[in-house]
């Protein structure tokens, strides 16, 4: 049964929900200040797994006190409402990834949301996770932006 929200407030976590063929699909990328699974607040139970990318530390929020607040605080219910606003509008983005056809267009779209031009190393299995390719299917794209040069 779901009772707690968590709020990152330091390091990467991301939400992931494992697929019947053992594969793991990336459902959120968050970050200090993010909260995660928000939607668990109206779930009965956890649909996927918190994983954490780097050291992490998470502040645990009751559900009980996060709908009271909602219920009794219109500054709060308003700040609640805008913040899953912003979490529809990345989700629409993301799913506008998933929905290219190559990894390079694939990239270029993360890299578009993201405003970097080539991740860190340690980043990359995360970012082919992001953006629903495999690793290695990231790790040739990128080494041939590297020969090809920018």
């Known amino acids: 049964m779901v009772a707690i929200i968590h709020l990152i407030e ?4 991301q ?3 494992h697929q019947t063929d053992g ?8 970050s200090a200040g993010s909260i995660l699974a928000e939607a668990s607040l109206y779930s009965q139970k956890y649909h996927c797994d918190e994983v954490a990318q780097t050291p992490t530390r998470l502040l645990a929020l009751p559900k009980k006190e996060i709908t009271a607040h909602l219920a009794t605080s219109p500054a709060f219910s308003e700040a ?6 912003h979490e529809v509008q990345k989700a ?9 056809q190559t990894v390079a267009a694939r ?7 993201n405003d970097v031009s080539i991740p860190e190393k340690g980043e990359w ?4 996770g992001q953006i629903g390719v495999s690793p290695e299917a990231l790790y ?10 920018p």
Do not use: P, T
């Open 10 to 13: 330091e390091g990467v976590v």
């Open 15 to 17: 939400l992931i929900r």
């Open 23 to 30: 594969s793991a699909l990336v459902l959120q990328r968050a």
């Open 80 to 85: 609640w409402a805008r913040h899953l606003a």
């Open 92 to 100: 629409r983005l993301q799913a506008e990834i998933l929905s290219l």
């Open 107 to 113: 990239l270029n779209a993360w890299f578009a949301w």
């Open 125 to 128: 299995k995360a970012i082919a």
């Open 140 to 149: 040739r794209e990128l080494a041939k932006r590297r020969s090809n040069g």
